[in-house]
């Protein structure tokens, strides 16, 4: 791998090996590129053959001695040690020590020889990516980010499957038209940074057109309040909603007003129109969801109708309630007046016993203890009589019948049958021996 740059001198960067360590001198100029928490070894030229007193210097607004190869001279930190008598080595490289060190070698002549020291340190975490609606256009903006590196790592943001590349960049945004863009389309940011890895990370964001939940009808009173409701799913990146009338052509956006109150809470829009009245606010309303991977619409009919007199509607349901009434029992006493006292008395009769049950609080306790009891029993007699006993409410009278007085089987099955649940449930607290 190489790299170079703008600078006007010809430069030439290698990596060795995995890219840890880079050196190469044209001339008297160097750059080397480190990894945070690796060693570096900076080299003092190229030259062959017998070497000079070697002084390394650290050059930051004045030069700073850090290490001779006079051995009388301590380094200026344990961290740096001489290599084959001229090599500066820098254990556990910091992004401070990035900068330009000099060396001085002394020789029948004194040379001087730079090199630039970079630390580089890949992020640390994987790259993240989203789209969003550039603001101020209907453009798609595609970000990728992947911070915490040094240098700055490259991207490519690419369509996936398929590979087209979208674009390159230091920056990682790229802005697509909506001729770019389909429903469901998937992009992918891959990204390279200098010290690895070697495959680059990556990310893959899909885009999805709006889809639009409303009800289609809606009715106010002439001075009341009404709200519209919109619910926008699916819209990757997010849409923006817009309340409309269609009065004429092109249709209006509606802006907030005294009458009208619009919110939005996330994908979720409201249209709060007050004092409604039939000239104004009938008619339909248009909530609009737009990004630039697709334009959804939807109509609503709102209705304005006058207030209703509420104490009219109950005059008239109750007088007609008791219309009817009077008449069915008008007609049944006319046709069968002996078998209505009848049903009466014997109906009396049994809800006398029932209301008994009800009001023993022991038998209410034991229920909880039953409960298990009963659930054997069920089984049990599910086996019994599949056939017959469809549902469960039929179980629970066949329990009754079982554990209770065998007398009232005589009573018959049917009977049973046609009373409710409830009064049966109680029959058979009452009935089984605890
Ligand atoms: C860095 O150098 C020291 C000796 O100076 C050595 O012990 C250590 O293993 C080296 N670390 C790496 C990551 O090469
Ligand atoms: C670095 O320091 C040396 C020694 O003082 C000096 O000769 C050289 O010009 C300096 N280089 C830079 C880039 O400051
Ligand atoms: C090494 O450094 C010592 C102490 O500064 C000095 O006395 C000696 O002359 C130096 N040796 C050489 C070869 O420069
Ligand atoms: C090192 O020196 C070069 C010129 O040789 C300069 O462009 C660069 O900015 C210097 N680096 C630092 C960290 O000062
Ligand atoms: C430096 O000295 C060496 C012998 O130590 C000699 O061979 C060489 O020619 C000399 N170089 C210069 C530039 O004087
Ligand atoms: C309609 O909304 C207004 C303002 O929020 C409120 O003052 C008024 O009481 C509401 N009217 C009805 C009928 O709810
Ligand atoms: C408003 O929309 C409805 C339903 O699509 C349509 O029937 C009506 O003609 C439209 N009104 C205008 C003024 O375009
Ligand atoms: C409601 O609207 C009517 C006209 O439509 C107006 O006369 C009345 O003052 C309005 N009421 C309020 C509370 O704004």
Redesign the pocket.
């Known amino acids: 791998m190489a790299a170079g740059g703008g600078a006007p001198e010809p430069r030439v960067l290698v990596c060795l090996g995995a890219l840890l360590a880079a050196w190469v001198a044209v001339g008297l100029e160097a750059v080397v590129i480190g990894e945070v928490h690796e060693n570096v070894t900076l080299h003092c030229g190229n030259i062959l053959g017998p070497r000079g007193l070697v002084t390394w210097?650290r050059?930051d607004s004045?030069?700073v001695f850090l290490l001779s190869s006079n051995s009388s001279l301590p380094p200026a930190e344990p961290r740096f040690s001489l290599v084959d008598a001229n090599s500066l080595h820098i254990k556990s490289l910091s992004l401070g020590d990035e900068g330009?060190y000099?060396c001085?070698e002394i020789l029948n002549v004194t040379q001087?020889f730079?090199v630039w020291l970079q630390v580089a340190n890949p992020p640390p975490s994987a790259p993240q990516c989203w789209a969003q609606m550039a603001s101020g256009s209907f453009m798609l903006q595609l970000t990728c980010r992947w911070d915490g590196g040094y240098p700055d790592p490259d991207f490519v943001w690419m369509e996936e499957p398929g590979g087209v590349i979208v674009g390159k960049s230091k920056l990682g945004v790229e802005m697509l038209s909506e001729s770019q863009l389909s429903d469901g389309k998937k992009f992918k940011c891959v990204t390279s940074h200098i010290v690895g890895p070697e495959s680059g990370a990556s990310c893959v964001v899909q885009i999805r057109g709006p889809s639009l939940l409303s009800e289609p009808m809606k009715t106010c009173f002439v001075g009341g309040n009404v709200t519209l409701t919109c619910q926008v799913s699916g819209a990757y990146p997010p849409a923006k909603i817009l309340w409309l009338r269609n009065l004429s052509q092109p249709e209006v956006v509606i802006q907030p007003s005294s009458r009208h109150l619009i919110t939005q809470d996330g994908q979720n829009a409201t249209l709060t129109i007050h004092n409604c009245s039939q000239d104004l606010d009938e008619g339909y309303y248009v909530c609009r969801a737009e990004s630039p991977v697709g334009v959804r619409e939807v109509e609503i009919w709102l209705s304005v109708k006058e207030p209703l007199n509420i104490g009219g509607i109950v005059g008239t349901i109750v007088s007609l309630l008791l219309l009817g009434l009077a008449i069915i029992s008008g007609l049944l006493l006319y046709y069968s007046p002996v078998f209505c006292w009848k049903v009466g008395n014997t109906f009396r009769g049994q809800n006398m016993d029932d209301v008994m049950v009800l009001v023993d609080s022991e038998e209410e306790e034991e229920e909880e203890e039953d409960a298990a009891v009963e659930e054997e029993e069920e089984a049990h007699e599910r086996e019994e009589l599949p056939k017959e006993i469809p549902k469960q409410d039929h179980i629970h009278r066949v329990t009754a019948l079982v554990n209770g007085n065998i007398e009232q089987m005589g009573n018959g099955f049917q009977d049973l049958q046609d009373d409710s649940s409830e009064e049966q449930s109680d029959i058979v607290q009452e009935d089984r021996p605890v």
């Open positions: 210097y050059n004045e030069p330009n000099t001085q001087w730079q």
